[in-house]
T-cell receptor
């Protein structure tokens, strides 16, 4: 069975310090992995995606994530947090099925940035 | 390109009333999805469509119906609204092109529905 676990429902960091949002997945197949960001009262926007080309993936706004198959993880990082990074972040797994892919969302991590 | 648009943005219903939410996309995507978002639950799939004229049930389909008469539109209907359907509803679309699994979803801005 496929699943996604975001290990923290809330993360607080000070502005200018590193960000780490953790995501573990379970999949019987080789998955595609995504991180989306949702700012308050907005839709979801793609941050980055892993599609097997490279294990370290760079996204928008200075975010990156590393796919670690041995640890079944796809953690999201950023070297220095900015106030505008305050949002909810979703880790998503996509696994190929017959007619469409099985797309599974994590429950989200809300990132708080402290001044 | 407008991307994915949703109509309306807000709606308040009384229990038992019906309504239809409209999702439109101008990217010629084959796949379209309806999700609901509730606090602490992430996004849960209600129904989806892999092409014009086709629909399928997702994780939480009860109380909802959908139609995809045109490729660019995906309608979500509530026949008899209940307070448990108070939520934020998101539509998304995705291409089925080469490397299907790699293709991200594009989301609309959401519809905030309150059922009293």
């Amino acid at each position: 069975a496929q699943s996604v676990t975001q290990l923290d429902s809330h993360v607080s960091v000070s502005e200018g310090t590193p960000v780490l949002l953790r995501c573990n997945y379970s999949s019987s197949y080789s998955p595609s992995l995504f991180w989306y960001v949702q700012h308050p009262n907005k839709g979801l926007q793609l941050l980055l995606k892993y599609t097997s080309a490279a294990t370290l993936v760079k996204g928008i706004n200075g975010f990156e994530a590393e796919f670690k198959k041995s640890e079944t993880s796809f953690h999201l990082t950023k070297p220095s947090a900015h106030m505008s990074d305050a949002a909810e972040y979703f880790c998503v797994v996509s696994v190929p099925m017959n007619r469409d892919d099985k797309i599974i969302f994590g429950k989200g991590t809300r990132l708080h940035i402290l001044p | 390109n407008a991307g994915v648009t949703q109509t309306p943005k807000f709606r308040v219903l009384k229990t038992g009333q019906s309504m239809t939410l409209l999702c439109a996309q101008d990217m010629n995507h084959e796949y379209m999805y309806w999700y609901r978002q509730d606090p602490g639950m992430g996004l849960r799939l209600i129904h989806y469509s892999v092409g014009e004229g086709t629909t399928a049930k997702g994780e939480v389909p009860d109380g909802y119906n959908v139609s995809r008469l045109k490729k660019q539109n995906f309608l979500l209907g509530l026949e008899s609204a209940a307070p448990s359907q108070t939520s934020v509803y998101f539509c998304a679309s995705r291409t089925s092109g080469r490397g299907r699994s790699y293709n991200e979803q594009f989301f609309g801005p959401g519809t905030r529905l309150t059922v009293l």
